[in-house]
């Protein structure tokens, strides 16, 4: 079946470094693939997605790119800020039949001053 | 406006009892999903519905009956509560379950505590 790895956690960095979430899956097909946010205490927010290979998400400085080649949505910011402190999860939705999100286990970032 | 809303927001109850969470959406959307999320932050499908018919049903107890009303509400029974419900449980829409259409647009949560 359909699976999604996302590195374990938590990423702890200091505010302005580079960050990257590494995120592998395994689909039959063409899956879509996203990176969702859920802040404290929150629900999920879509951060970004892309739909077929070489194709970037991009939004609040994060960007993904979906590569086929090695069946991975790595996601990346150049510069993290304290706000950013979140848990990010990886998802695939299958495009035939009646398409579900597949997450990954969730990576929980936080930024110190 | 609150695009999905669920009610409560928290809820304490006893091993055994019955109790439902509810789920709105404002969206116009025809595809409605029950997540749970473990301890450990991970996610996974229950249900989903699509224009009030049920369409995805993963291996969730009986215990567990989701029913909806019309299009825009998706409501959660549970039977006979376990300790082992305790999790947040999310609501999410889409426009519909289609290619392209199925970007998902999650409430704010429940955090159910069996005690």
């Known amino acids: 079946g359909d699976s999604v790895t996302q590195m374990e956690g938590p990423v702890t960095l200091s505010e302005e470094a580079f960050l990257t979430i590494n995120c592998t899956y395994t689909?039959?097909?063409?899956?879509?693939l996203f990176w969702y946010v859920q802040y404290p205490g929150e629900g999920l927010q879509l951060l970004l997605k892309?739909?077929?290979?070489?194709d970037k998400g991009s939004n609040k400085g994060f960007e993904a790119t979906y590569r086929k080649e090695t069946t991975s949505f790595h996601l990346e910011k150049g510069s993290v800020q304290v706000s950013d402190s979140a848990v990010y999860f990886c998802?695939?939705?299958?495009?035939?039949?009646?398409?579900?999100?597949?997450f990954g286990k969730g990576t929980m970032l936080l930024v110190s001053p | 406006d609150t695009a999905v809303s669920q009610t409560p927001k928290y809820l304490v109850t006893q091993m055994g009892n019955d109790k439902s969470i509810k789920c709105e959406q404002n969206l116009g959307h025809d595809t409605m999903y029950w997540y749970k999320q473990d301890s450990k932050k991970f996610l996974k499908i229950m249900f989903s519905y699509n224009n009030k018919e049920l369409i995805i049903n993963e291996t969730v107890p009986n215990r567990f009956s989701p029913k909806s009303p019309d299009k825009a509400h998706l409501n959660l029974h549970i039977n006979s509560l376990e300790l082992g419900d305790s999790a947040v449980y999310f609501c999410?829409?889409?426009?519909?379950?289609?290619?392209?259409?199925?970007?998902?647009?999650f409430g704010p949560g429940t955090r159910l505590t069996v005690l």
């Open positions: 689909a039959t097909g063409y899956p879509s």
């Open positions: 998802a695939l939705s299958t495009n035939s039949g009646y398409s579900t999100l597949t």
């Open positions: 999410a829409s889409s426009q519909d379950h289609r290619v392209g259409y199925n970007e998902q647009f």
């Open positions: 892309a739909t077929k290979a070489d």
